[in-house]
């Protein structure tokens, strides 16, 4: 069974930074793509960042340069560095793989805000 399940959100001023993490589950991890999505209310849920077994990286227009995302192989963890925070980056961020399967995680709430 697939688990995911994210972690490392919480309140932080514009400007600031998290890392949020996402234990996947074995299964999934080493044969996918990986991805952080994020929904922010009234919108659809968005890809916001990439990885590709590769090693290779995609982000979304708004978030490039800003976050980063990067795995730990032998953990089977997917981190997000955010810096440089806006308040439009309010959102659930979610974990999964890319394109996303039918199991989600509860997500983790990422607010900022002054």
């Not at 309140?11 to 996947?24: K, V």
């Not at 810096?83 to 709430?109: F, H, I, M, R």
């Amino acid at each position: 069974q697939v688990q995911l399940v994210e972690s490392g959100g919480g309140w932080m001023q514009p400007g600031g930074s998290l890392r949020l993490s996402c234990a996947a589950s074995g299964s999934i991890f080493g044969f996918s793509p990986m991805g952080w999505y994020r929904s922010a209310p009234g919108k659809q849920r968005e890809l916001v960042a990439t990885q590709f077994n590769s090693g290779k990286t995609n982000y979304r227009d708004s978030v490039k340069g800003r976050f980063t995302i990067s795995r730990d192989h032998t953990k089977s963890i997917v981190f997000l560095q955010m810096n440089s925070l806006k308040p439009e980056d309010t959102a659930v961020y979610y974990c999964n793989t890319v394109p996303p399967g039918q199991y989600w995680g509860n997500g983790t709430l990422v607010t900022v805000s002054s």
